[in-house]
């Protein structure tokens, strides 16, 4: 008699009793299950690449693709870096130190000196690419948890969630950071059921560090490979990830902390603990935009019905294998509720663990035998009927364009200008875009991050010092716009303005000058160029 299992979907990798299942020999279906699964992987992974390549390819279309100003900060970002600036030292940088790295492959393969938009599309296209490998790791994930069904759901979810589509369009530190957690993850669930367990520990805790050091939400990460370890009474090996975690990060963050001077901390550390509450700011309307306009309310619904299943159908093992999963979605909507800022791409940041338990409703799933199985048909057809409407948004959501020029028409007119000549922006990807220098500040450093700075520079009360961030651990509660006001910060700018030969101002930054700021640079500026959206300033060096 063959050996029955608790955990909803592991009967899957078991041998099928070839008299009641009638559908080959024991051999023949051992090869074509992984063959079946293996293809149905492609295929998913496959469908997720189009979806996320469908806007933004070829280039001509992808750089109209709706601009997001936080992807000028990581592209410029990267790009010094890879001509040698350091972060923090050279440039204000409110991120882990990976996080100014992580794009360098992108860069790398057309590079360009200070940027281009090629290179963009380029980093484009790579942030696109890691969201469509994460397809692979989330079935590997779901399998081990729930067997194949649940792996090829929650692949499923992943694929066509829009909001996940979106932000993988974009060059933004989600996409890593997601791969970065989910690999980890994976090893953590390999390490709990492995006889190499060491092994797979130590690559949790380096994955999880690389995690932790491409963006700060990410230190859950660590939690919960630990929790997936000791689920297996593993002490020695959920030791090691949590060691293996520590020194990466120390290893990593150390000589960045020396180099700068102290500043990666204060930037990194104290600038998010006392920085003003920003973005949305009432915990309602944070959860409410998860739903993205019902760009993920399919992965919602879904992993609503993952969590019924978890809680009330599956039992003993089979239920506590999810358990690391459910806590990982749990820490990640208290981090969303209370932080500092929130700003809807943070939806990113639960995603996984929402794909994950969404699969876990399909690892019920069976065929029932007799009578029952046509009420269980009709039973399953129409939740699935219901579920349409919900499918339907999403794929709208994704597949509908999002065409702005605003990036191309301020980069061509700064690809005009005089070689060599140098910009200061606000948003940093016109800078790139154009292909010239970003303009140094008095004391020698690039402005990448403006909103940030800014923000920085008014709690430092000390423009550029190195002082650091003055705030107690509850952070600052002042308006974000008085703090970007307060005349340190735009005195900073002033000064900056003056050492540039170019500085563009768009509309969607404007707000971060004050009136008496803006003409003071209009009495060293000429205006060259005007359009409702931005205004591009030519600096006058003999007045």
Same mark, same amino acid.
């Given at each position: 008699?063959?050996?029955?299992?608790?955990?909803?979907?592991?009967?899957?990798?078991?041998?099928?009793?070839?008299?009641?299942?009638?559908?080959?020999?024991?051999?023949?279906?051992?090869?074509?299950?992984?063959?079946?699964?293996?293809?149905?992987?492609?295929?998913?992974?496959?469908?997720?690449?189009?979806?996320?390549?469908?806007?933004?390819?070829?280039?001509?279309?992808?750089?109209?693709?709706?601009?997001?100003?936080?992807?000028?900060?990581?592209?410029?970002?990267?790009?010094?870096?890879?001509?040698?600036?350091?972060?923090?030292?050279?440039?204000?940088?409110?991120?882990?130190?990976?996080?100014?790295?992580?794009?360098?492959?992108?860069?790398?393969?057309?590079?360009?000196?200070?940027?281009?938009?090629?290179?963009?599309?380029?980093?484009?296209?790579?942030?696109?690419?890691?969201?469509?490998?994460?397809?692979?790791?989330?079935?590997?994930?779901?399998?081990?948890?729930?067997?194949?069904?649940?792996?090829?759901?929650?692949?499923?979810?992943?694929?066509?969630?829009?909001?996940?589509?979106?932000?993988?369009?974009?060059?933004?530190?989600?996409?890593?950071?997601a791969l970065f957690s989910l690999a980890a993850v994976f090893a953590a669930l390999m390490a709990a059921d492995s006889r190499k367990g060491g092994y797979w520990a130590a690559v949790a805790g380096l994955l999880a560090a690389m995690a932790a050091l491409t963006k700060a939400p990410g230190v859950l990460t660590i939690i919960v490979v630990i929790l997936t370890i000791l689920l297996a009474r593993k002490w020695i090996q959920a030791v090691l990830a949590g060691g293996v975690f520590a020194g990466v990060v120390v290893t990593v963050g150390l000589p960045f902390q020396l180099l700068s001077n102290g500043e990666m901390l204060k930037q990194v550390l104290s600038f998010q603990l006392s920085r003003p509450v920003d973005g949305i700011v009432d915990?309602? @309307?944070? *959860? #409410?935009?998860?739903? =993205? !306009?019902?760009?993920?309310?399919?992965?919602?619904? &879904? %992993?609503?019905?993952?969590?019924?299943?978890?809680?009330?159908?599956?039992?003993?093992?089979?239920?506590?294998?999810?358990?690391?999963?459910?806590?990982?979605?749990?820490?990640?909507?208290?981090?969303?509720?209370?932080?500092?800022?929130?700003?809807?791409?943070?939806?990113?940041?639960?995603?996984?663990?929402?794909?994950?338990?969404?699969?876990?409703?399909?690892?019920?799933?069976?065929?029932?035998?007799?009578?029952? @199985?046509? *009420? #269980?048909?009709?039973? =399953? !057809?129409?939740?699935?009927?219901?579920?349409?409407? &919900? %499918?339907?948004?999403?794929?709208?959501?994704?597949?509908?364009?999002?065409?702005?020029?605003?990036?191309?028409?301020?980069?061509?007119?700064?690809?005009?200008?005089?070689?060599?000549?140098?910009?200061?922006?606000?948003?940093?990807?016109?800078?790139?875009?154009?292909?010239?220098?970003?303009?140094?500040?008095?004391?020698?450093?690039?402005?990448?991050?403006?909103?940030?700075?800014?923000?920085?520079?008014?709690?430092? @009360?000390?423009?550029?010092?190195?002082? =650091?961030?003055?705030?107690?651990?509850?952070?600052?509660?002042?308006?974000?716009?008085?703090?970007?006001?307060?005349?340190?910060?735009?005195?900073?700018?002033?000064?900056?303005?003056?050492?540039?030969?170019?500085?563009?101002?768009?509309?969607?930054?404007?707000?971060?000058?004050?009136?008496?700021?803006?003409?003071?640079?209009?009495?060293?500026?000429?205006?060259?160029?005007?359009?409702?959206?931005?205004?591009?300033?030519?600096?006058?060096?003999?007045?």
């Amino acid at each position: 008699m063959e050996r029955v299992t608790s955990r909803p979907g592991a009967e899957d990798n078991l041998p099928v009793n070839p008299v009641a299942d009638h559908g080959g020999s024991p051999a023949t279906r051992g090869f074509m299950q992984p063959v079946a699964l293996a293809i149905s992987v492609l295929g998913i992974s496959v469908l997720a690449g189009f979806a996320r390549f469908s806007q933004i390819w070829p280039q001509s279309i992808g750089m109209t693709w709706q601009p997001y100003e936080d992807e000028g900060v990581y592209a410029l970002a990267n790009q010094l870096a890879l001509q040698g600036a350091i972060p923090y030292r050279d440039f204000f940088f409110g991120h882990p130190p990976l996080a100014a790295y992580v794009f360098s492959p992108a860069l790398l393969y057309h590079f360009n000196l200070w940027g281009s938009p090629t290179s963009f599309i380029m980093a484009r296209y790579f942030s696109s690419l890691l969201g469509a490998l994460c397809v692979p790791l989330v079935f590997a994930i779901a399998w081990k948890l729930g067997g194949w069904k649940a792996g090829l759901g929650a692949a499923a979810i992943w694929s066509i969630d829009a909001m996940v589509i979106e932000s993988n369009r974009q060059v933004m530190l989600e996409s890593p950071l997601a791969l970065f957690s989910l690999a980890a993850v994976f090893a953590a669930l390999m390490a709990a059921d492995s006889r190499k367990g060491g092994y797979w520990a130590a690559v949790a805790g380096l994955l999880a560090a690389m995690a932790a050091l491409t963006k700060a939400p990410g230190v859950l990460t660590i939690i919960v490979v630990i929790l997936t370890i000791l689920l297996a009474r593993k002490w020695i090996q959920a030791v090691l990830a949590g060691g293996v975690f520590a020194g990466v990060v120390v290893t990593v963050g150390l000589p960045f902390q020396l180099l700068s001077n102290g500043e990666m901390l204060k930037q990194v550390l104290s600038f998010q603990l006392s920085r003003p509450v920003d973005g949305i700011v009432d915990p309602l @309307q944070r *959860l #409410w935009s998860t739903t =993205g !306009g019902g760009g993920s309310s399919l992965t919602i619904v &879904l %992993a609503t019905i993952g969590l019924i299943v978890i809680a009330f159908v599956l039992r003993g093992e089979s239920r506590k294998r999810w358990f690391p999963v459910v806590g990982w979605l749990a820490l990640g909507i208290a981090l969303l509720l209370t932080s500092r800022s929130y700003y809807a791409h943070y939806y990113m940041q639960v995603a996984p663990p929402l794909a994950l338990i969404g699969g876990a409703g399909f690892s019920i799933l069976r065929l029932p035998r007799g009578q029952r @199985q046509y *009420l #269980w048909a009709a039973a =399953g !057809g129409l939740m699935a009927l219901a579920l349409v409407p &919900l %499918a339907w948004l999403q794929v709208s959501a994704f597949a509908a364009p999002h065409a702005d020029r605003i990036y191309v028409m301020v980069a061509r007119y700064l690809a005009d200008t005089p070689p060599g000549s140098t910009m200061l922006t606000l948003d940093p990807a016109f800078t790139f875009l154009s292909a010239r220098e970003p303009a140094r500040g008095p004391d020698g450093t690039y402005l990448v991050d403006s909103y940030g700075q800014l923000i920085y520079v008014a709690l430092s @009360q000390a423009p550029e010092s190195g002082q =650091g961030v003055t705030a107690d651990a509850g952070g600052s509660t002042a308006d974000v716009w008085d703090t970007m006001h307060q005349p340190a910060a735009q005195q900073s700018l002033l000064d900056r303005v003056k050492m540039a030969d170019y500085f563009v101002l768009d509309a969607k930054s404007a707000g971060r000058l004050t009136k008496d700021t803006l003409a003071q640079i209009e009495m060293v500026a000429q205006a060259v160029e005007r359009h409702e959206r931005y205004t591009i300033y030519r600096i006058n060096k003999d007045g």
